[in-house]
Structures are given as structure tokens and as C-alpha cells.
């Protein structure tokens, strides 16, 4: 016990500051099929109202990191066929006709999000964004130390990002009002464990404030 009488914890919660031309912010799955009230998940009968809320929280980013010339890197999860889905093509039987397929309304990014063609894009068909594509090459080529993240699921594909972004020492910030899942009483558990164990967990409020103190980060090369 500590002298004020407070139980004392052996974890570390970070705070990282946001470095200037270091940081970069990721969006993922953010698609029609996952979080349109007219998409697969919704169609198919699953609430996709505790994703949709983390729509507006992540059009603030998405605005508050432009402004600042933060690159930002969508990420679209889908496949051809459940042969390339794998195991979560049998956990979401739902996908087996139909949905997240490539080239279709449901895998493009949510209008409302303002996904621009000058951003970086990541397809990917496992749960995390690093795994079988292209995007540690690109934080490496940018130079990113610090990875605000934000999307959805949060307990499925963005921990399984963060998860691999801790690995590779790029030191991940789950913006929490900024994601949303299908189960909403996991959205909790699944913050502590990023907290816990893989980075930071932050508010949006302060990420704002952060972002805004970036204000001379470096233009993006063209």
C-alpha cells in the first residue's frame, strides 16, 4: 500500500507524446459491409450500432490529422472466397456468399469518413494489418515511431494491430471513442488489454489537443 492508503499496481501505463513527422494515423475496416446500416453485417442481423458511433470520433481525426499533414492509412479487410477468408470465413458464415469482397460498395470505405486517393491504403485479409501485407514497409518508408489507431472491431482487428505493431516497437494509441465491436461488452476488456500489455489507450479529447500541437509537422513528401 502506498502512504495515501491506494493499492499499488507493478503496471505501467504509458503516455507517449506525438512526434512531429513520427506519427501516423490508421483507420481500420471502417466499410460499408461492417459499419453501413445497408451492409453485410447489418443485413445479416448483427447490431452495428456500437461501431457506428465511432464514426464522427474518427471523422475528427481523420480531420484533425490532415490539418496537420499526419498521414493517414485506411485499412479494408476482405477476400475473394472463404478459401482466402480462413478460419474467420467458418466464424462469420454470414460472409460466405456475400460481403468485405474487393471491388464491391460494401469493401469501399465509408463516404462519411472522407477517404482521400492521396492516402495510404492497406488491403488485408486476416484479422491484423501487418499480417501478409505491406504495411510495416510503409510506416517504416514515413519514418512513423507513434501509430494513433482507431476503427473496428476493437477487441478482434484493431488489439490483433496493435498487437503487431508492439512488436515491431512502433509504439500503438487506440483513440477509445474511436472504435466500436459487435459485442459491446468486450469493448472494455479489450481496451485494458491494449493497456495493459500492448500501448496506450487515449481520449479522443487529448488526442484532439495533441494532434493540434502538431502543428509544425512536415509536409508530407510528394
Known amino acids: 500500500m502506498t502512504e495515501a492508503g491506494q493499492a499499488t499496481t507493478p503496471y ?12 501516423a494515423l490508421i483507420v481500420i475496416d471502417m466499410q460499408n ?40 492509412i485506411w485499412v479494408r479487410h476482405g477476400f475473394r472466397d472463404t478459401r482466402e477468408a480462413g478460419i474467420l470465413g467458418t466464424l462469420r458464415a454470414f460472409l460466405k456468399e456475400d460481403g468485405l469482397r474487393p471491388g464491391t460498395w460494401g469493401y469501399q470505405i465509408a463516404d462519411e469518413l472522407d477517404a482521400r486517393p492521396e ?12 499480417y501478409g501485407t505491406n504495411l510495416e514497409i510503409v510506416l517504416r ?26 512488436y515491431r516497437d ?37 488526442t484532439l489537443k495533441d494532434l493540434k500541437g502538431l502543428s509544425n509537422q512536415a509536409p508530407a513528401a510528394g
Open 12 to 23: 505501467t501505463l504509458v503516455n507517449w507524446p506525438l512526434v512531429p513527422g513520427r506519427t
Open 33 to 72: 459491409d461492417c459499419i453501413h446500416p445497408e451492409g453485410r453485417y447489418a443485413q445479416c442481423g448483427v447490431d452495428v450500432a456500437h461501431m457506428r458511433r465511432s464514426i464522427q470520433p474518427t471523422c475528427e481525426l481523420v480531420a484533425a490529422a490532415r490539418s496537420v499533414n499526419v498521414s493517414i
Open 119 to 130: 492516402d495510404w491504403y492497406i488491403d488485408k485479409n486476416r484479422l491484423s494489418a501487418f
Open 141 to 166: 518508408s514515413l519514418s512513423i515511431e507513434t501509430l494513433l489507431v482507431c476503427g473496428v472491431m476493437t477487441n478482434q482487428c484493431v488489439k490483433a494491430t496493435v498487437a503487431d505493431a508492439s
Open 170 to 206: 512502433i509504439k500503438p494509441i487506440v483513440v477509445a471513442e474511436a472504435t466500436g465491436t459487435t459485442v459491446p461488452r468486450l469493448q472494455g476488456p479489450a481496451l485494458e488489454m491494449v493497456a495493459f500489455g500492448l500501448g496506450e489507450v487515449r481520449s479522443l479529447e487529448q
